[in-house]
Structures are given as C-alpha cells and as structure tokens.
C-alpha cells in the first residue's frame, strides 16, 4: 500500500526472511488500525459487566434478606410483583441465589418490562426497575452491536476476525529471531526505554495473552450474525427432531432472550419451542398446573436456589424451567438444564440436559461461562487482569506508532514495504484457511486488496498519506 522503501529493495542486502518480517509487520500495523478500536471497547464493555455482575449482578439478584422461615408461595409472589406494576402481567420468575437473597419477577405492561424485586419471605417489594435495560445490559449492547444491529454485529465480527490475524503475525513478530532469547520474548526488558521498553511490554504481554485472547474471540465469534448464526451454531444447535411427537411452535428458544442479553444456553437458541395443546409429552403435574406446581415440580428435580420459569405467554406456550451458568444461575455449566411443561396437562415436552449437547455446544457452554467470568472468583480475577492487558495492548500500540512516525511528515508511517515479498507456502495456507474458517476475515482481506489495487493506485497523495 506504499511505495518501496529503497533500503529494503532487493539487491541491497536484505534476505528473504527480512522482507517476509517486514511484509508481516505491515499485515499487523494494517489489521491493528481496523481492531485497536474494537478491541479496546470490547476489554472496557466486558470488564464493566464484569464487575456489575459481580457487585449487584444483572437484576438485583445479589441483594440479601434475613432468611425467616418458610418463603412465601411463588403465586402469592407473584400477586405481590403485579400489585407494584399497575396493569403488569409476570412474565418470569427468578429464583433466590441463596436463602438469604431476593427472589425477582419480571412483570410486562404495554410499555415494557419492569422488574421486581422482593423479599421472599415477607413478599415486601424492595426494588424496582427496567427489565435488562439496566448498565449492565447497555454495556452488553455496545459490546455485542454497538448498539446499531446487525451492522454493529458484522462491523464487530470482522474486527474480531482480523484479530486472529493480528494474533498471528504478533506471535511471528515476536518470535525469538538473530540471536533473541526466549527470556527476552516472555520477560519484558525493563533495562530498556522509550520505544524499545514499550515494544518489550507490548509484544511479552501479547504473547501472555495471545491463548486466552483466542478463547475470547472464538467465544464471542460463535455467537456472531454470520460465521456464529449462520455456521457453527447451525451446525451444533440442539435438534429438535429428538422430541418424539410434540408438537413445535414458530418461535425459536432465541424469542425467550431479552434485547442483547443472552439468558437462552447457546446450543438451543435456535431450536424450536414445543408447543401446548396436546396430549404430548411424559406425566410430571397432576393437578391444576400453576406457578406453585410448576415451582414445586422444579424443586423436586433438584431445582435449587436461582432458576429461572418463563411463564406461558399466549395459548400455545409453554411453561420453561432453565438453569444455566451463562445466565448467572450457577458456576457449573455441566448442570445446564431446560425444561418445557404443557400449560394444560402438566406434561413435560422437553428435557434438555448437558449431556444432550453436541460438543460445539458443550464447548460453549464452558467457553461463555468462562468468557462471563462466572466461574468463581479466580474467573473474575483472570478476566479483570486479561481486560487490562487488551487495554493495555490496544494503546501501547498507538504509543509505538507514536513514536516511531517521523513528525511533520503528513503520512500515516505505516511499516515499510519490501520489493518482491516472498509469500510463503506456509503463510498463504494460514491466510487460506482463515478465510474459509471466517468468512469476515476473508472478506477483509478481499476488500484490503480491492482498496490496494483499485483505490489507491488511481490516487498516488492518497497513496503518500496511507505509506
């Protein structure tokens, strides 16, 4: 994307592994002008949640109360959450963490949803506040589409996608090459300063954090517009076929989500919903089939502290029984369950367990747990630190560009490019297959060419500004 630098030509010395470093060192520097941004409002947005998790949790659910001795019944709660929101209907229960925390509904009007916090034992109405539209689900926004739909989700998607190309070549860049050591590459070298101390940083903590970034991006890529939606979690959603004559609803589990926050375990959101209004499915509650049955139903399963139950929202719903740890509900993802009851028979249509998974799926469930921090409290401290460290990376990058741009110049100072630059049968496989494993990548890297070959070489002050 700019003209050769004569002292990298060919014919003054430079081998060949010199210009591949160079041509890889201007993939990094390009990529990183794209990722920086994304990258740094990904590790601020995640540690913000992080933390709001942590503290208060997404709905009040970390507030405590003095446990006093039997909670009150689910339907008397209920009454309690709709008498403080006029004119609400509950649409979801959520289950105390522990004896000694809130109980909470989410209860709908036609003006949205309001949630509803309340002491389970007095059924005293402690909180109130707008359902997932709190600072936690604002981060969550801007983290997952910066708060523009889909085109948020593409323009993200890519970043993270040219992000593993920014992995890559960091960790070739980095490499121990003409005499550098593996203590060099793994220790920062705080002997050195200005420029070089801040590369040594740069380049040692990327190398830390370049697995766990990998992690990260991928987590986050499955659930993506194209490569998570259209691919791997088409691929590995639950098949409903596995539910013998129960008659399916239009709606996906995805329709259960509310805004950007994902409460629905990730291999099922885009399986169908069963349906009420058969004789379907296997004998569970006998008798009137209400929020105290149900609840009690759940309890008998092992259904303990926080679960949540979806209420039926029209004639043909369901009544929904989940635990999942990417919903805060546990640490463990193994103990993932749904669980979808007719409103008329009492009769449960669906049982969807870990194990039921596929191993994309299970994979997931892991990785988002591990992605939401809500493993234990050595999760929280990994990601705080991880989140610090892209933070970190994302300016000492500029810093690094800063420093080394000649001032006055009026250019860009992207990193030289070399004359005949040896493309490798190795390089131009990685490039291959992540292009065809992400399709945002590739189409990158398609329109960083186009720009190349048909933008800049019809505008050389263009071209001057970008070298």
């Given amino acids: 994307m700019s003209t050769p ?7 003054h010395g430079e081998g060949r592994a010199n210009k591949l470093y160079f041509a890889i ?13 994304f990258l740094f409002m990904l590790a601020a947005t995640g540690l913000i949640m992080l933390w709001i998790s942590v503290l208060s949790g997404l709905g009040d659910e970390r507030m405590t109360v003095t446990p006093g001795g039997t909670p009150m019944a689910l ?43 309340l002491n389970p034992y007095t059924g005293e109405v402690l909180h109130s506040f707008p359902w997932r539209a709190g600072w936690y689900d604002f981060a969550n926004d801007v983290h997952g589409t910066l708060m523009i739909g889909n085109t948020g989700d593409w323009l993200i998607e890519a970043a993270a996608s040219l992000a593993l190309l920014l992995i890559a070549t960091g960790i070739y860049l980095h490499w121990p090459r003409n005499g550098g050591t593996w203590r060099e590459a793994l220790v920062p070298s705080f002997s050195k300063s200005g420029r070089a101390l801040w590369k040594s940083l740069h380049g040692v903590i990327g190398l830390w954090v370049s697995l766990l ?10 659930w993506a517009g194209v490569w998570g939606s259209k691919f791997v979690q088409a691929w590995s959603t639950f098949p409903a076929e596995k539910w013998d004559n129960v008659p399916l609803s239009d709606a996906t589990h995805a329709s259960m989500n509310h805004g950007a926050a994902k409460e629905v375990p990730w291999g099922l959101e885009q399986t169908p919903l069963p349906a009420s209004g058969s004789l379907a499915g296997t004998m569970a509650i006998t008798g009137p089939v209400t929020i105290d049955s149900v609840g009690a139903f759940a309890q008998s399963l092992g259904f303990v502290h926080r679960f949540q139950l979806n209420l039926p929202g029209d004639a043909g719903g369901v009544w929904t029984i989940s635990h999942d740890s990417m919903s805060n509900d546990g640490p463990n993802p193994a103990a993932d369950r749904t669980i979808h009851i007719d409103q008329y028979t009492g009769n449960v249509l669906a049982d969807v367990q870990y194990a039921d998974y596929s191993v994309y ?25 991880f989140c610090l ?45 992540l292009s ?3 399709p945002m990548l590739g189409l990158s890297l398609l329109a960083v060419l186009a720009f190349d070959l048909i933008v800049l070489s019809s505008l050389p002050p263009l071209k001057r500004a970008l070298s």
């Fill in 436 to 438: 065809m494993a992400f």
């Fill in 389 to 433: 460290c892209i933070v970190f990376l994302t300016l000492s990058g500029l810093v690094m560009w800063w420093k080394r741009r000649p001032s006055g110049a009026g250019r860009l100072a992207a990193p030289p490019r070399p004359d005949l630059v040896p493309l490798t049968r190795g390089v131009v496989l990685i490039a291959l297959v």
């Fill in 75 to 117: 339907s008397a709660l209920q009454a309690a959450a709709e008498a403080a929101v006029p004119g609400g209907t509950a649409t979801q229960y959520v289950a105390p963490l522990s004896p000694g925390h809130t109980a909470a509904f989410a209860v709908a009007t036609d003006s949205g949803k309001t949630g509803v916090t």
């Fill in 5 to 11: 630098t004569p002292g990298l030509a060919a014919g």
């Fill in 25 to 37: 060192w201007r993939w990094h520097f390009y990529a990183g002008l794209y990722v920086i941004p």
């Fill in 361 to 385: 799926a299970k994979a997931m469930a892991w990785g988002i747990a591990f992605h939401e921090g809500d493993m234990g409290l050595w999760n929280v401290v990994l990601n705080t630190v």
């Fill in 213 to 222: 970034l990998v992690v990260f991006l991928i987590s986050g890529l499955s």
